[in-house]
């Protein structure tokens, strides 16, 4: 049986942002009661024009909260942007069961979750397993099972 073993984050703060706003719309992606569990890194960087850029990581490593994650994920979404997940499914996850999703980075930080239609990005890797080694197909399997069982909004 396929689970969720781990979940990162990485997010750009620009020179007109507030690194803090960013992280708080990271955080918005995980249930409350596991946030205190999710460990944060920031590296500055340089942009193409000189601008100073922070990169902002988190990484979820409890099994709970990665699971509850996943699920908070996927229920917080609409069904336009559920529909787009399944329509996507095989292309959003890897020969690894890593399973990729942008979400917009504006709309995290006001606490809603919204699939990205632009580059402001919240970009998230769901790793899968599955013991002894995780198929393609299982993983989609458990996507689009989860994803229907989650519903719309709460």
């Known amino acids: 049986m396929s689970f969720v073993a781990l979940v990162e984050t990485r997010a750009y703060s620009r020179a007109t942002e507030v690194s803090d706003r960013v992280v708080s719309a990271i955080l918005n992606l995980h249930p409350e009661?596991?946030?205190h569990l999710v460990e944060l890194g920031r590296t500055k960087a340089e942009?193409?024009?000189?601008?100073?850029?922070?990169?902002?990581e988190s990484m979820l490593k409890d099994k709970a909260g990665c699971e509850a994650t996943l699920d908070y994920i996927f229920g917080r979404l609409d069904e336009r942007d559920r529909e787009r997940l399944l329509n996507s499914l095989s292309r959003r996850i890897d020969e690894h069961c890593l399973f990729f999703i942008r979400i917009d980075k504006q709309a995290a930080f006001l606490d809603d979750i919204v699939l990205a239609k632009g580059p402001d990005v919240i970009s998230v890797q769901i790793h899968i397993r599955q013991y002894p080694r995780c198929r393609q197909e299982s993983a989609i399997a458990m996507l689009e099972d989860r994803l229907r069982a989650t519903g719309g909004d709460e």
């Open 33 to 35: 009661k596991f946030r």
């Open 47 to 56: 942009g193409y024009s000189g601008n100073e850029i922070i990169i902002i």
